[in-house]
DNA sequence: AAGAAAGATTGAATCGGTTCAGAAGTTTTC
DNA sequence: GAAAACTTCTGAACCGATTCAATCTTTCTT
């Protein structure tokens, strides 16, 4: 089935291009009957003009930038397309908000997309093993608008906004320790995630800077998502008994420090009496957990904005910049999923 | 400053635009030495093929569609959202979303960016006078593509997925006056969406069919954003005295049923002890509000799988479809924020 | 060393619109 | 009633890539 164009219409009505095209931007350089006869034709042939044609032409004047997120349903994710824009409606550029759910296909698929719509840069938080491959895809086959990465991926040589992982958690650590907790756990994210790393990363080192020891066993693989998250950690405390609980929990992400929660209460194990609990994110919902969430928060909008602002500096530039990495600060927000221990 | 075509390139490098064609699509037909010098070539002159144009030769085959939702923030959104993208992937298309913050701006910049970028169709959630914006937009500018509609607009003639939004209002006033209540409020939405006024006169229309009389200051306008219906809930509750409170709050949705129960308990009013709250909507995190919420779920990836669907089957055909309207059913879920009411 | 085969390169046509100088037709002006 | 001034329309050139038959080079055969 042929697409249907302008030149069809033409002749059909009798016109030329240029008329027809005159009717469809509503010049009013054309004939009132005229127009309506075109328009009449136009619809009973279903034409519609496509718009990559005229934009061709038009040198593509439409100002508009992408970003690859991994989960539109994590308000992480979505804090931070808020903050990217902010700050690029600010500058006059729309943003397309792509979910690759985790998905290397996806990831690449979007990528590949956002060249075909000739976006003019793209925002992304890449999946670990994607890195090789978005790094292929901007190397090799030319898919090059400058781009944002919101993870730190080692060897990659990119621009880069995010927060500083290893710290975040190390945070957490001391926190605990200074309550006086001794049998900390990790409770880790899904291992294709270079976050996951990081934070096991920040995690180790956070004991190898204090007193206590650490155990290979103190990391425990449970992943982010619900339904994993929950299953696991119920295996976890199953196959313990009590006194070989830890005391607290460093989780990986505060979507999966709700899956621990609603775990915990269905095995009777109280937050914070029996066992505290400190999330990762600080998402807007964390506040209103079952057991208002301890959390490291990463400051969702300011990420995005930053990110933005960097992405958009490397767009509206005529010469290629050096390649830029911010790192920013995390905090930590107590509230009551933690508790002091007195020996 | 002018675009740098693959003319440039050519002419820079010696050699013609079929060359630098085959060297950018990585054929095998080129001489690894002329390869690299014109490789060398696009990176001096920053060269970046125009994907619009690619597109517009190869007869734009990348099949996306695009979303308009109103707050990315909102899980309700971002679920239906994921249900859009669940089917729209089975069928081979990617899934660009794009959110107009409630602003008729966004909402009619998105519909022409989208038609720029050549989507095959979009779903919308329109903002009530956006509505005639967007009539206005296809029937005028051209901006035609299929499209598919997240509320059901009086008046405009297009193809609508949403649920009956008076009939899930009813049933929460219903299962209320069930539980023996009788001074039952609705705290109204934003006077800028349609479905405030189709939950209004759902509440009205409960009312109509019992035997409680409905009196006007049973609708309170309180709005949805969280600091709005915050404050708002607060300043209803102090200019009333303590007997003058309704025992029973219909909300609009669940985001404006948590700043409620934020301010409740602000004011020291027990829910559901003192009063009982209905929210709308169902959203993921309903379930682990402070108070878990009795609400009407509406069926969120339900409703996005139905208007893909929908659309897809529009973008396919070859003939015009009659225009469509499928309201789902909603289910009132019963939680722990609504109590009977014993005389 | 000539002819054949394989390899590399060219360039005109193409995708579907928009633009605009100028032609054709119509109305106004004096 | 001829010139001037509008109003409508036309159609060739253009946007920036891709494609592929035709041509030019190089390598292989015998």
New interface residues.
């Given amino acids: 089935?042929k697409?249907i164009t302008i030149e069809d219409v033409a002749r059909r009505a009798g016109v030329s291009k240029g008329t027809v095209s005159a009717v469809?931007n509503?010049r009013n350089s054309v004939k009132p009957e005229t127009r309506d006869h075109v328009l009449e034709v136009?619809k009973q042939l279903?034409f519609?003009?496509?718009?990559?044609?005229?934009?061709?032409r038009n040198?593509?004047q439409?100002k508009?930038i992408?970003i690859i997120i991994k989960d539109?349903?994590y308000?992480f994710y979505?804090?931070i397309?808020?903050g990217v824009?902010d700050y690029a409606?600010s500058k006059g550029y729309?943003?397309?908000?792509?979910?690759s759910?985790n998905n290397q296909q996806?990831e690449k698929?979007?990528s590949?997309?956002f060249?075909?719509?000739?976006i003019k840069g793209a925002i992304i938080a890449p999946l670990v093993e994607g890195t090789a491959e978005i790094e292929h895809l901007f190397k090799?086959?030319?898919i090059?608008?400058p781009f944002v990465l919101l993870e730190d991926v080692s060897g990659i040589q990119a621009n880069v906004v995010a927060i500083d992982n290893s710290q975040a958690i190390k945070k957490a650590v001391k926190y605990l320790m200074d309550c006086g907790h001794t049998r900390i756990v990790h409770f880790a994210g899904p291992p294709s995630s270079s976050h996951t790393e990081e934070r096991i990363e920040g995690f180790r080192h956070a004991f190898s800077e204090s007193t206590l020891a650490f155990h290979e066993d103190m990391i425990v693989s449970i992943g982010s998502r619900h339904e994993e998250s929950y299953g696991n950690t119920l295996a976890y405390f199953k196959k313990k008994s009590r006194n070989e609980y830890p005391t607290a929990i460093v989780c990986f992400n505060d979507q999966q420090a709700?899956a621990i929660l609603t775990a915990l209460k269905e095995l009777a194990i109280r937050v914070p009496d029996d066992i505290s609990i400190v999330g990762n994110d600080d998402i807007?919902?964390a506040r209103?957990?079952?057991v208002p969430l301890t959390t490291i928060r990463a400051p969702q909008r300011e990420i995005g904005q930053r990110a933005a602002e960097l992405l958009i500096r490397n767009i509206e530039s005529?010469k290629?910049l050096p390649v830029e990495r911010v790192l920013l600060e995390t905090e930590l927000i107590v509230r009551d999923s933690t508790r002091t221990i007195t020996r």
């Fill in positions: 089935m697409r469809i509503a136009m279903h519609r003009p496509q718009g990559i044609a005229r934009n061709l040198g593509n439409d508009s992408g539109v349903n308000p979505t804090a397309a808020s824009r409606n729309s943003l397309l908000i792509a979910s759910e996806s698929r979007f590949q997309l060249a075909a719509k000739d090799l086959k030319m090059n608008y709700l807007s919902y209103i957990y079952p005529s290629l």
